[in-house]
């Protein structure tokens, strides 16, 4: 079972509010977001597969509780700075971030006011189609071409308002897809047409290779996932540098803590 500790202090960097670009938001007046989210293939999770793999936020226990909190500091952070994109990722492999980002959205979701898509952008290495408990839904690789029938025919909804962007096919041109300019043209597609109020990004670790660097600056804001029995202060340190020289750096969750029951408040 993976724990999460910390969350009061999470959030701790300064806001940031992005430019409105003129252009896309009268193309989002013509948009009729409830006519995209209807085009998606709708699939239903197997509550015993997401418990399995330690997805525990389908429905409101103290199991939950924990994801909870740092869903409504996330939320009132991203609301009060104006952002919708949130990328997570690790120092390296092993961190427990895509398991994170599974109960994230899920708990998310269960606000059915908030429309919230999942993008999987570990092309070298997913694993949130496996987590998910999903097998196929759609060819992989062409969800980051940029074109609009693509992601339509590829993209998963859970329920009325998750949608789920996955992959079973590991890249690896991994950040070359991803620095792609047409990458870039998708998110304002998904934004324009689909208007989520959150997009969360699952993105390989920092460390060794350049995949996560390519996508945070795709990203509004970012948020670090560190493992207590693995990760060191160092790799922490480093890759908070890294993150916040290229977003803003929300803050650290530290996952699979021993005594994370036993810190009081």
């Known amino acids: 079972m993976e724990h999460l500790t910390n969350t009061d202090e999470i959030l701790r960097t300064a806001q940031s509010t992005p430019n409105a670009d003129a252009t896309l938001a009268a193309s ?30 389908v ?35 092993g961190c427990g971030s895509s398991t994170i980002v599974a109960n994230l959205a899920l708990s998310l ?8 898509m999942v993008l999987d952008l570990n092309l070298r290495n997913p694993s949130l189609i496996h987590l998910f408990g999903l097998k196929e839904s759609g060819p992989r690789f062409s969800v980051l071409t ?15 308002n998750l949608g789920l962007s996955l992959n079973a096919t590991k890249l690896d041109d991994a950040a070359e897809r991803i620095a792609h300019v047409k990458t870039a ?3 304002d597609h998904i934004e324009r047409d689909f208007a989520p109020d959150l997009m969360l990004f699952d993105l390989a670790p920092l460390n060794p290779m350049d995949d996560a660097i390519a996508a945070l600056s795709l990203a509004d804001c970012a948020l670090l996932v560190a493992r207590a029995d693995h990760s060191t202060t160092a790799e922490i340190d480093t890759a908070e540098r890294t993150i916040a020289e290229n ?3 929300l803050g650290v ?8 029951d036993v810190q009081g408040g």
């Open 28 to 57: 989002a007046e013509l948009a009729d977001p409830l006519k995209s989210w209807s085009r998606l293939n709708e699939v239903t999770l197997d509550p015993i597969t997401l418990q399995r793999h330690h997805i525990l936020t």
């Open 59 to 93: 429905q409101p226990t103290d199991a939950s509780a924990p994801y909870d909190r740092l869903r409504t500091r996330l939320l009132n952070h991203m609301r009060a700075a104006g952002h919708r994109r949130v990328a997570i990722t690790s120092p390296t492999s």
């Open 109 to 116: 979701a269960r606000q059915e006011d908030l429309r919230v």
């Open 146 to 160: 940029g074109h609009r029938r693509n992601f339509d025919s590829t993209c998963l909804r859970v329920g009325a």
């Open 185 to 187: 043209a998708l998110l």
């Open 247 to 249: 977003t803003t750096c």
């Open 253 to 260: 969750v530290l996952n699979a803590c021993r005594f994370a």
